[in-house]
């Protein structure tokens, strides 16, 4: 069993930077790449970007509305997801998942966090 657990949702004004980290725990053997995905509130959960543990990397062309940068510490098997220039429309609920290539289908990963709340005020 896999657990993952989002941190480091919040309020930003919108231009803001928000960092948001995943640290993955448990049977993590095989479970080697974290995706990002989001939802806001009446519409439906999104790929925003997902980091093999090689470090191969995938960003969403569509729901991006910031600046993204995804990475990665495999010693603390923790996945980063910096966010720059936030604007208002980037206000969702972020979760991260587990699974064992990156991919942008929510249903390739097994393995997924609560969710982190992310605010960007205008």
């Known amino acids: 069993q896999v657990q993952v657990a989002e941190s480091g949702g919040g309020l930003v004004q919108a231009g803001g930077p928000l960092r948001l980290s995943c640290a993955s725990s448990?049977?993590?053997?095989?479970?080697?790449?974290t995706g990002w995905f989001r939802q806001a509130p009446g519409k439906e959960r999104e790929f925003v970007a997902a980091i093999s543990r090689s470090g191969t990397i995938i960003y969403s062309t569509d729901s991006v509305n910031g600046i993204l940068a995804i990475s990665r510490d495999n010693a603390k098997n923790t996945v980063y997801l910096q966010m720059n220039s936030l604007k208002p429309a980037d206000t969702a609920v972020y979760y991260c998942a587990a699974g064992s290539g990156a991919s942008k289908r929510a249903g390739d990963y097994p393995y997924w966090g609560q969710g982190t709340k992310v605010t960007v005020s205008s």
């Open positions: 448990g049977r993590t053997f095989g479970s080697s790449a």
